[in-house]
């Protein structure tokens, strides 16, 4: 063990030699998670510190957050300062690679809970709340075909943040932000969940509710127009009665407003290939 913290004082010299030597220790095939914490524990304090260490210094590391679960099962208040280490260490358009690995906190019983103590510790330190927390979401809710069990959990703790901080409107933006180019039937599932909870018009209107392609497009805009159509209509159903005269309203307003879009830019397609 003195040997270990003495190479590990070596990192401001020569990181190449700490990586070397400590290589093997966050790898899998190499050493479990349960025989490294066993190893290490009269001094779980060193091993923590060196898992963050390499957090910041080896992109490869732990790779499906194996070592980070058995840490935070060894001890709770670790999680609060891989929050802290993560977000510290990764620019906002790299947060959701970044926290990915904490999916492997839907393995838990009680992984509603975990996930939000991460959200309340992004939004405690992140100056972009928004965009920033909705990031971090959004690496929470799974799409990959063969993750059944997890995609269930995944909407199971969506529908429950929803629930338990319906009133508050920076949460549900960064909720809705990150769920906004997820499948339709998520959305309006989502969307149903919040209007059951919420009928406030104006916090409604400050929701994201359709996605803009952030890396551009390719092909046609129109098609991205439609999908807009599509779903807004899908959405109308679900603003019936008084309650939501005026949020009726804003939809169809919306879908007329992007129909004139939808025109305009066929035309401009239209006379752009005539030029050529």
Not at 95 to 117: G, S
Not at 161 to 177: A, P, S, T
Request: hydrophobic fraction near 35%; glycine fraction near 2%; charge should be negative.
């Amino acid at each position: 063990m003195n040997s270990a913290q003495i190479i590990f004082t070596k990192k401001e010299y020569s990181k190449f030699m700490v990586k070397i030597y400590f290589d093997k220790l966050f790898n899998q095939y190499c050493a479990s998670p349960q025989k490294v914490i066993s190893f290490f524990e009269k001094d779980t304090d060193f091993l923590e510190h060196l898992y963050l260490w390499f957090e910041e210094n080896d992109d490869n590391h732990d790779y499906d957050g194996e070592y980070l679960l058995a840490l935070c099962q060894n001890n709770n208040a670790f999680l609060i300062k891989y929050i802290h280490k993560a977000y510290e260490i990764t620019p906002e358009y790299k947060l959701d690679d970044r926290f990915k690995k904490c999916r492997v906190f839907f393995e838990c019983d009680n992984y509603q809970e975990v996930f939000n103590t991460i959200i309340d510790g992004v939004l405690t330190i992140s100056q972009y709340h928004i965009r920033e927390v909705a990031k971090v979401i959004e690496c929470f809710i799974i799409k990959t075909q063969g993750e059944g069990e997890r995609a269930q959990k995944s909407k199971a703790w969506i529908l429950q943040y929803i629930e338990n901080h319906i009133l508050d409107k920076v949460r549900m933006q960064c909720v809705f932000e990150a769920c906004s180019n997820i499948d339709v039937e998520r959305r309006l599932e989502f969307v149903s969940c919040f209007l059951k909870h919420n009928k406030d018009f104006e916090f409604f209107k400050s929701l994201t509710l359709t996605d803009y392609p952030s890396g551009g497009w390719s092909g046609s805009i129109v098609r991205v127009y439609t999908s807009w159509i599509e779903y807004y209509k899908k959405l109308l159903p679900l603003l019936t009665g008084l309650p939501f005269i005026n949020h009726k309203k804003l939809i169809q307003d919306r879908i007329d407003e992007i129909q004139k879009w939808t025109v305009n830019a066929e035309v401009s397609e239209i006379l752009e290939t005539d030029s050529i």
